[in-house]
Protein backbone atom coordinates (compact mmCIF):
# COMPACT_ATOMS: atom_id res chain seq x y z
CA UNK A 1 0.00 0.00 0.00
CA UNK A 2 2.93 2.50 1.01
CA UNK A 3 4.47 1.80 -2.47
CA UNK A 4 1.41 2.66 -4.50
CA UNK A 5 0.85 5.77 -2.21
CA UNK A 6 4.91 6.75 -2.52
CA UNK A 7 4.65 6.17 -6.63
CA UNK A 8 1.17 8.32 -7.04
CA UNK A 9 3.06 11.30 -5.09
CA UNK A 10 5.58 11.15 -7.14
CA UNK A 11 3.88 10.82 -10.26
CA UNK A 12 1.93 13.98 -9.28
CA UNK A 13 5.73 16.10 -8.06
CA UNK A 14 7.01 14.59 -11.79
CA UNK A 15 4.22 16.08 -13.20
CA UNK A 16 3.71 19.20 -12.23
CA UNK A 17 7.22 20.13 -11.59
CA UNK A 18 7.04 21.05 -15.72
CA UNK A 19 4.07 22.73 -15.83
CA UNK A 20 5.06 25.33 -13.15
CA UNK A 21 8.46 25.58 -14.91
CA UNK A 22 7.16 26.16 -18.04
CA UNK A 23 3.91 28.58 -16.70
CA UNK A 24 6.84 31.13 -15.18
CA UNK A 25 6.06 34.18 -16.67
CA UNK A 26 8.77 36.75 -17.14
CA UNK A 27 8.77 39.65 -15.30
CA UNK A 28 8.19 42.68 -18.23
CA UNK A 29 9.98 45.60 -16.95
CA UNK A 30 10.64 49.39 -18.43
CA UNK A 31 13.64 51.09 -18.39
CA UNK A 32 12.47 53.05 -15.77
CA UNK A 33 12.37 50.05 -13.67
CA UNK A 34 16.09 49.21 -13.74
CA UNK A 35 16.58 52.71 -11.85
CA UNK A 36 16.98 52.21 -7.93
CA UNK A 37 13.78 54.71 -6.58
CA UNK A 38 16.68 57.19 -4.80
CA UNK A 39 18.26 58.08 -8.53
CA UNK A 40 14.69 58.54 -10.22
CA UNK A 41 14.22 62.22 -10.12
CA UNK A 42 17.96 62.95 -11.55
CA UNK A 43 16.68 61.13 -15.03
CA UNK A 44 15.14 62.90 -17.77
CA UNK A 45 12.27 61.26 -19.91
CA UNK A 46 14.53 59.60 -22.22
CA UNK A 47 16.25 57.99 -19.58
CA UNK A 48 19.25 60.08 -19.60
CA UNK A 49 20.94 61.94 -16.64
CA UNK A 50 19.15 65.68 -16.39
CA UNK A 51 21.42 68.09 -17.35
CA UNK A 52 23.27 70.03 -14.32
CA UNK A 53 24.63 73.31 -15.75
CA UNK A 54 26.53 74.14 -12.46
CA UNK A 55 28.75 71.14 -12.54
CA UNK A 56 27.25 69.47 -9.61
CA UNK A 57 29.98 65.96 -10.27
CA UNK A 58 29.03 65.21 -7.12
CA UNK A 59 25.51 64.34 -7.96
CA UNK A 60 26.19 63.08 -11.49
CA UNK A 61 28.65 60.44 -9.57
CA UNK A 62 25.27 59.20 -7.98
CA UNK A 63 23.92 57.68 -10.81
CA UNK A 64 24.12 54.62 -12.17
CA UNK A 65 22.84 51.76 -9.54
CA UNK A 66 21.31 49.21 -10.51
CA UNK A 67 18.56 47.24 -7.96
CA UNK A 68 19.97 44.43 -6.61
CA UNK A 69 16.49 42.94 -6.38
CA UNK A 70 16.27 42.19 -9.97
CA UNK A 71 19.36 39.64 -9.96
CA UNK A 72 18.26 36.61 -11.10
CA UNK A 73 14.97 37.92 -12.41
CA UNK A 74 13.37 36.06 -15.73
CA UNK A 75 12.80 39.17 -17.49
CA UNK A 76 10.71 40.87 -20.85
CA UNK A 77 12.12 44.76 -21.52
CA UNK A 78 12.03 46.48 -24.88
CA UNK A 79 14.98 47.95 -26.27
CA UNK A 80 17.21 48.69 -29.13
CA UNK A 81 20.06 46.47 -30.65
CA UNK A 82 23.61 47.69 -30.99
CA UNK A 83 25.63 44.06 -32.51
CA UNK A 84 28.76 43.18 -30.69
CA UNK A 85 29.38 39.62 -31.55
CA UNK A 86 28.26 37.43 -34.35
CA UNK A 87 28.21 36.46 -38.13
CA UNK A 88 26.38 38.06 -41.41
CA UNK A 89 23.20 35.72 -40.46
CA UNK A 90 23.42 35.90 -36.39
CA UNK A 91 24.36 38.20 -33.26
CA UNK A 92 25.52 36.41 -30.52
CA UNK A 93 26.23 39.23 -28.07
CA UNK A 94 24.68 42.89 -28.20
CA UNK A 95 24.28 45.73 -26.15
CA UNK A 96 20.08 47.11 -25.36
CA UNK A 97 19.21 50.23 -25.30
CA UNK A 98 16.79 52.21 -24.43
CA UNK A 99 16.63 54.33 -27.81
CA UNK A 100 17.28 54.65 -31.03
CA UNK A 101 21.50 55.71 -31.25
CA UNK A 102 22.40 55.54 -27.57
CA UNK A 103 26.42 54.65 -26.88
CA UNK A 104 26.25 55.83 -30.55
CA UNK A 105 26.07 59.80 -29.12
CA UNK A 106 28.29 61.30 -26.47
CA UNK A 107 28.21 60.62 -23.33
CA UNK A 108 26.43 56.93 -23.36
CA UNK A 109 23.20 56.53 -21.24
CA UNK A 110 23.99 55.82 -17.12
CA UNK A 111 25.11 52.23 -17.23
CA UNK A 112 22.10 51.18 -15.45
CA UNK A 113 20.36 52.28 -18.78
CA UNK A 114 22.41 49.62 -21.03
CA UNK A 115 21.97 45.99 -20.75
CA UNK A 116 24.98 43.96 -21.84
CA UNK A 117 22.90 40.45 -23.31
CA UNK A 118 24.72 37.58 -24.09
CA UNK A 119 22.38 35.34 -26.22
CA UNK A 120 24.27 31.60 -27.29
CA UNK A 121 22.50 30.66 -29.86
CA UNK A 122 22.14 33.75 -31.92
CA UNK A 123 19.86 36.22 -32.80
CA UNK A 124 18.93 36.46 -36.37
CA UNK A 125 20.13 39.48 -37.68
CA UNK A 126 17.09 40.93 -39.37
CA UNK A 127 14.74 41.26 -36.46
CA UNK A 128 17.02 43.54 -34.79
CA UNK A 129 16.96 46.69 -36.73
CA UNK A 130 13.24 47.49 -34.83
CA UNK A 131 12.52 48.01 -30.93
CA UNK A 132 12.70 44.53 -29.94
CA UNK A 133 11.55 42.11 -26.66
CA UNK A 134 14.68 40.22 -24.77
CA UNK A 135 13.74 37.64 -22.43
CA UNK A 136 16.49 36.34 -20.24
CA UNK A 137 17.67 35.74 -16.54
CA UNK A 138 18.71 39.58 -15.55
CA UNK A 139 22.12 39.66 -13.58
CA UNK A 140 23.46 43.06 -11.55
CA UNK A 141 27.14 42.72 -13.18
CA UNK A 142 28.99 45.09 -14.52
CA UNK A 143 30.90 45.11 -18.50
CA UNK A 144 32.98 46.97 -19.27
CA UNK A 145 32.79 47.70 -23.47
CA UNK A 146 34.50 50.19 -25.12
CA UNK A 147 31.17 51.51 -26.37
CA UNK A 148 29.88 52.01 -22.36
CA UNK A 149 29.74 50.28 -19.04
CA UNK A 150 26.83 48.30 -18.11
CA UNK A 151 24.99 47.73 -15.12
CA UNK A 152 22.70 45.00 -16.27
CA UNK A 153 23.90 41.61 -18.15
CA UNK A 154 20.57 39.42 -19.20
CA UNK A 155 21.41 35.84 -20.46
CA UNK A 156 18.85 36.05 -23.30
CA UNK A 157 16.90 32.87 -24.08
CA UNK A 158 13.98 34.45 -26.14
CA UNK A 159 13.46 36.80 -28.79
CA UNK A 160 10.09 38.90 -29.08
CA UNK A 161 8.83 41.26 -31.64
CA UNK A 162 7.72 44.49 -29.75
CA UNK A 163 4.29 45.17 -29.26
CA UNK A 164 3.51 48.33 -27.41
CA UNK A 165 -0.41 47.29 -26.67
Known amino acids: MWTKILTAVALIF ?11 EPLTLDWIDLIPESERKMFDSIGMPSSDHNGDAAQQSKIGNVRPELNGSQVKIPGFVIPLEGDTNTVTEFLLVPYFGACI ?3 PPPPNQIIYVKFPKGAPVQELWDVIYVVGELK ?10 TAYVIEGTGIEAYDDM
Do not use: M
Not at 14 to 24: C, G, K, Q, R, Y
Not at 140 to 148: D, K, M, N, P, Y
Open 140 to 149: TETISHELAQ
Open 105 to 107: HVP
Open 14 to 24: SLASPVIASDE
